[in-house]
């Protein structure tokens, strides 16, 4: 029988603990988002689904709600059992990764997702993202082998699985996330400058000559090819609408639901996000949310600096740093100065597997943050 004082002293204990800042500015932002897929997706709802016109708000609702419980979930644990948990959780996702070349589901040239009965369109790697890095700081702060540059192997042996999984999706976006992640803790244990540069300069060739060279990545070939040269390109429907929508935004924006991009591009509430955002609110819009992502930034760096455990540095630093890549790569695709990578924005793009995989990078920087209660 379920003890309630028990669990009421548990949850009343947990929320005394948490910082409350990093916790409303998490809700704030889930809470833009839910906004924000209402305004660009009902009329989508509408004219493509032939159903109510708060069909994919409804479904933005719920995943919202899933990802709560699963916010509080992480945040609740103790440090030891999160770090447990972890291991568990990075080898069933890694599993679950594994399974999408062989049972996916293939969307517009891509095999990224699984079908499960519990959530349609699942895609693991964003499972995989927080639960990776924790595996990463956990071996770079083990105290069994003393040889750093032994422990930076063990890292790269770490992340070698995933980013061959994802590539044969093929999703060189997510590919570059994880890469890149994995460079910042690596640089942030103490590698050397000239080591680290070395081997991203041969892990860029690397990828260059699989991209231009290799059959399967023909399409992604195509996409850089038309990036660069977009007057002979195929490739810039998407990212030429959403800089024309960002521009006809202006400062102020067209106004709630007067946009016209979520009804031209495809995925939009997605992808493009910031793009239906900026046309509908305007670029002051942007600013704002920009301005909000910077003080979750530095509220957590913060934390950072007082922390003294090694470990746990490592793990909020990478946390931080992947959504600050993945935030700094979707911008860069919605203003064309990247090729498009299919990447979503954390907290605000609609998206059940973006969605959990950003509560759970939540959940685990609010524990890691949570002061000690004499």
């Known amino acids: 029988m379920l003890n309630f004082?028990?669990?009421?002293?548990?949850?009343?204990?947990?929320?005394?603990?948490?910082?409350?800042?990093?916790?409303?500015?998490?809700?704030?932002?889930?809470?833009?988002?839910?906004?924000?897929?209402?305004?660009?997706?009902?009329?989508?709802?509408?004219?493509?689904?032939?159903?109510?016109?708060?069909?994919?708000?409804f479904k933005h609702f719920l995943y919202i709600g899933v990802g709560m419980i699963v916010l509080i979930f992480f945040s609740s644990l103790s440090k030891e059992s999160l770090f447990k948990i972890s291991f568990y959780f990075f080898f069933i996702s890694l599993f679950f990764l594994f399974l999408v070349p062989i049972?996916?589901?293939?969307?517009?040239?891509?095999?990224?997702?699984?079908?499960?009965?519990?959530?349609?369109?699942?895609?693991?790697?964003?499972?995989?993202?927080?639960?990776?890095?924790?595996?990463?700081?956990?071996?770079?702060?083990?105290?069994?082998?003393?040889?750093i540059y032994f422990k930076y192997l063990l890292t790269f042996i770490?992340?070698?699985?995933?980013?061959?999984?994802?590539?044969?999706?093929?999703?060189?976006?997510?590919?570059?996330?994880?890469?890149?992640?994995?460079?910042?803790?690596?640089?942030?244990?103490?590698?050397?400058?000239?080591i680290i540069l070395t081997f991203f300069s041969f892990s860029l060739l690397s990828l260059v000559y699989m991209v231009f060279f290799i059959p399967k990545f023909t399409y992604i070939k195509s996409r850089i090819l038309s990036f660069f040269n977009p007057i002979d390109g195929t490739h810039n429907f998407q990212s030429d609408k959403a800089i024309d929508a960002i521009s006809s935004g202006g400062y102020f924006g067209k106004g709630i639901g007067e946009g016209t991009l979520k009804n031209?591009?495809?995925?939009?509430?997605?992808?493009?996000?910031?793009?239906?955002?900026?046309?509908?609110?305007?670029?002051?819009?942007?600013?704002?949310?920009?301005?909000?992502?910077?003080?979750?930034?530095?509220?957590?760096?913060?934390?950072?600096?007082?922390?003294?455990?090694?470990?746990?540095?490592?793990?909020?630093?990478?946390?931080?740093?992947?959504?600050?890549?993945?935030?700094?790569?979707?911008?860069?695709v919605n203003i064309r100065l990247l090729p498009t990578t299919g990447m979503t924005l954390p907290f605000l793009s609609y998206g059940g597997s973006s969605i959990v995989g950003v509560s759970i990078m939540s959940g685990i920087i609010l524990n890691l943050t949570k002061r000690q209660i004499d």
């Not at 009329?43 to 159903?51: E, G, H, Q, V």
């Open 103 to 147: 049972l996916g589901t293939e969307i517009k040239g891509s095999k990224r997702w699984l079908n499960l009965f519990f959530l349609p369109r699942f895609q693991p790697i964003e499972l995989v993202k927080p639960f990776i890095i924790i595996f990463i700081a956990t071996i770079l702060c083990s105290e069994k082998n003393s040889n």
């Open 158 to 194: 770490t992340i070698v699985p995933t980013c061959l999984l994802l590539m044969m999706q093929p999703d060189i976006g997510q590919t570059l996330l994880i890469f890149l992640t994995w460079t910042t803790l690596v640089f942030i244990s103490g590698v050397s400058l000239p």
């Open 5 to 57: 004082n028990s669990i009421y002293k548990f949850y009343y204990e947990w929320w005394k603990s948490i910082d409350k800042t990093l916790f409303i500015l998490i809700i704030f932002l889930f809470s833009l988002g839910l906004f924000f897929s209402l305004v660009s997706t009902s009329l989508i709802a509408s004219d493509k689904l032939n159903t109510n016109n708060y069909f994919f708000f």
């Open 264 to 332: 031209k591009v495809p995925e939009a509430h997605t992808d493009y996000i910031i793009s239906v955002i900026a046309e509908e609110f305007g670029v002051v819009a942007i600013v704002l949310l920009v301005f909000l992502f910077l003080f979750f930034i530095y509220t957590v760096f913060k934390k950072i600096y007082l922390e003294k455990n090694e470990k746990i540095q490592l793990v909020l630093s990478g946390i931080l740093c992947l959504i600050i890549f993945q935030a700094l790569i979707h911008i860069g």
